[in-house]
Nanobody
Framework: VQLQASGGGLVQPGGSLKLSCTAS????????IGWVRQAPGKERERVAC????????EYADSVKDRFTISTDNAKNTVYLQMNNLRPEDTAVYYC???????????????WGQGTLVTVSS
């Protein structure tokens, strides 16, 4: 099982960025897969989660109406479209999945490497 994240970078406040995470070794649309971020000196925060096979989507209150999680099942890839970015969104973003589980409340047990998102003018 492998998760490969990409798409981070530097963006100005109010800007947009789209993160991608391609999975290998399993079919992601069967299971809960999401994004978790960690800002310097802060605890990890679950940002968004999706279970494509059931159409379930969950967001943290801090990103609702700004971030959108989606999947491309043909590419076995999960995306995080981030709009109206704020300086407080600066963090390392990780994609993670519940191996063989389809509930976003379950503990993630497989992680990709992080991708850094910096929101600054």
């Amino acid at each position: 099982v492998q998760l490969q994240a990409s798409g981070g970078g530097l963006v100005q406040p109010g800007g947009s960025l789209k993160l991608s995470c391609t999975a290998s070794g399993f079919t992601l649309w069967h299971y809960a897969i999401g994004w978790v971020r960690q800002a310097p000196g802060k605890e990890r925060e679950r940002v968004a989660c999706i279970v494509s096979t059931y159409g379930n989507v969950e967001y943290a209150d801090s990103v609702k109406d700004r971030f959108t999680i989606s999947t491309d099942n043909a590419k076995n890839t999960v995306y995080l479209q981030m709009n109206n970015l704020r300086p407080e969104d600066t963090a390392v973003y990780y994609c993670a999945t519940v191996l063989y589980g389809s509930d976003c409340s379950m503990k993630y047990d497989a992680w990709g490497q992080g991708t850094l998102v910096t929101v600054s003018s």
